[in-house]
């Protein structure tokens, strides 16, 4: 699906219609020294360290995008709820 990069919604701060640049939101880079990292490294350690069922065959076939909202006058951004795409291209 095609998005448009300029869209124009309600920006809770500048408490109107503004415009906005999109971009599509990525998660961030996995932090190996990271608290959750370390702790499933303590769980994983050892003979049958795997501590819950790995899932194997997913039902979906597609995953969400959720789109990043930047408003051009006061710089606040905001996310849209992700909807299920094959491919999403900003243009
Ligand atoms: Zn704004």
Do not use: W
Not at 41 to 65: C, D, E, L, S, W
Not at 85 to 90: C, D, G, Q, S, Y
């Amino acid at each position: 699906m095609k998005i448009p990069k300029m869209l124009r919604t309600f920006c809770p701060k500048c408490k109107t219609h503004t415009e906005f640049t999109v971009t599509i939101h990525k998660a961030g880079k996995r932090q190996g020294a990271r608290k959750g990292e370390r702790d499933q490294a303590i769980r994983k350690k050892g003979y049958g360290g795997q501590k819950f069922p790995m899932q194997h065959n997913q039902a979906k076939v597609t995953k969400k995008t959720t789109l990043q909202l930047q408003c051009k006058e006061c710089k606040h951004s905001l996310m849209r709820e992700g909807v299920r795409l094959k491919k999403a291209e900003v243009v």
